[in-house]
């Protein structure tokens, strides 16, 4: 298990950037995959990124393709998501999340942290 902590989220206006990081504990973060994922008021929690254990496959949803992008510092336990030309549409709680499976499968991430909110204004 890994216990998980997001900052870096805030308020920006619509073409800004921000970057979230995201802490994890534990000796074996370097084995997990890890993910973002965002929930938006009034919708379902949707995948945003993710990212292999060594770094080396990334895989990004439709909408924030070519705006947002993931990395990880194992050195550091620490896995961050840079966002660029932020849209309201951005505007969610964002989550990050670990898997011991396969980066992909979005469905196996079990370890959450608490979120950060990003509001993106207009």
């Known amino acids: 298990q890994v216990h998980l902590v997001e900052s870096g989220g805030g308020s920006v206006q619509a073409g800004g950037s921000l970057r979230l990081s995201c802490a994890a504990s534990?000796?074996?973060?370097?084995?997990?995959?890890m993910g973002w994922f965002r929930q938006a008021p009034g919708k379902e929690r949707e995948f945003v990124a993710a990212?292999?254990?060594?770094?080396?496959?990334?895989v990004y949803a439709d909408s924030v393709k070519g705006r947002f992008f993931i990395s990880r510092d194992n050195a550091k336990n620490t896995v961050y998501l840079q966002m660029n030309s932020l849209k309201p549409e951005d505007t969610a709680v964002y989550y990050c999340a670990a898997s011991s499976r396969d980066y992909w499968d979005y469905h196996s991430y079990a370890d959450w942290g608490q979120g950060t909110q990003v509001t993106v204004s207009s």
């Open positions: 990212i292999s254990w060594s770094g080396g496959n990334v």
């Open positions: 534990g000796r074996t973060f370097s084995t997990y995959a």
